[in-house]
């Protein structure tokens, strides 16, 4: 399979990889798409969705919007994001390989899917938080997806009875967790290789390694031509799940 990238840049990072001693990847809405879900973030998305919906994907995932309209949230929710199924792909495969290499030190997921079905990473850490956890905000009982799922209309707690399930997931308007934040800063911080596979949805700053007397490769994938504003070395425009299989 060809890739897009120059063969020497390829090989360069092939190299570095397999020089580093910590590689720590941060999965974004890239690895969803790759993984057959989809950017509710483009235009054609956010179009489709304000005329299902009456308004677009931002709006909904937000915590005003869940505390003032919350059936329209779950109708919204429930049709759209917990349908999406995403799955494994070759670039989860990679990472396994590096990680049995005893080389991955940290998978950050910004996506709140979470990591596909029978992948297991030693350590992740999911800075948005996951669909398959859900909470009762009065009692606390939690729930699974399946109940959120099943529910008719909005999924309320069965103890309290009239109180609507959380889902344990950042909504826009939230703070990122501090405590999550500090955590990725540090294994960032402390790579030698840093994969950034795709955007965030929060377009957060997460704050990679800036000290100069240390080396760091930063490779950023991302379909977009654009240049992003991110201090990268390279920006990669190929299929992660094709390009990663061949680096490690
Ligand atoms: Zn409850």
Partial sequence: MGLETDEKVVNYIRKMVAQARSVVAVLGIEMLVEGGGYDLDTNEETYRVEELYGYTPEDMLSTSFFNAKVERFFRFYKNE??????????????????????????????????????????????????????KCPHCNKLFDLNYMKNAAGIPLCDNCKKTAVRPNIRLLGERVNAKLMTEAANVCEAADVLLIMGKDMY?????????????????????????????????????????????V
Avoid at 120 to 126: A, D, L, S, V, W
């Fill in 81 to 134: 994001i917990l349908t999406m199924e995403v799955n494994a792909t070759p670039a989860y495969d990679a990472l396994l390989k590096l990680q049995a290499q005893g080389k991955l030190s940290a998978v950050i997921c910004q996506n709140f899917h979470g990591i596909p079905h029978g992948i297991r990473f030693h350590k992740t850490i999911e800075l948005n938080g996951n669909i398959n956890s859900n």
């Fill in 203 to 247: 377009n957060d700053r997460l704050e990679y390694n800036t000290d100069p007397s240390r080396s760091q490769l930063k490779i950023l994938f991302s379909r977009e031509q654009q240049l992003s504003e991110r201090k990268v070395d390279f920006v990669i425009h190929d299929e992660i799940q094709l390009f990663l299989p061949a680096i």
